[in-house]
């Protein structure tokens, strides 16, 4: 069974970074993306990093230049370095896995708290 587990949120002052872990366990085959969406309370979930197998990373326009997606292919994790946090960035982060089978899996997502 595959799950997808989220870590690394918490409160930070704006201004502030914080590192966010996907890892991925259990038995999954041909992974095509990894991404992270975010929802804010009253929000609809938004794409805010993917990263494409073969190197291709797409953000957000709210967050290029201050986050950055990365992975470890070899354990199955994904990354998301947040940097220059401001309080619009606060919300609950989900990692999203999808294999080129159409699978597609949801972590419960983490929460993300920036303090003005």
């Known amino acids: 069974q595959v799950q997808v587990l989220e870590s690394g949120g918490g409160l930070v002052q704006a201004g502030g970074s914080l590192r966010l872990t996907c890892a991925v366990s259990?038995?999954?085959?041909?992974?095509?993306?990894m991404g992270w969406y975010r929802q804010a309370p009253g929000k609809q979930r938004e794409l805010v990093a993917t990263?494409?197998?073969?190197?291709?990373?797409d953000y957000t326009e709210s967050v290029k230049g201050r986050f950055t997606i990365s992975r470890d292919n070899a354990k199955n994790t994904a990354y998301l370095q947040m940097n220059s946090l401001k309080p619009e960035d606060t919300a609950v982060y989900y990692c999203?896995?999808?294999?080129?089978?159409?699978?597609?899996?949801w972590g419960q997502g983490i929460q993300v708290n920036v303090s003005s």
């Open positions: 990263d494409v197998s073969g190197g291709t990373a």
């Open positions: 259990g038995t999954i085959y041909s992974i095509s993306s």
């Open positions: 999203n896995v999808r294999t080129y089978y159409r699978a597609n899996y």
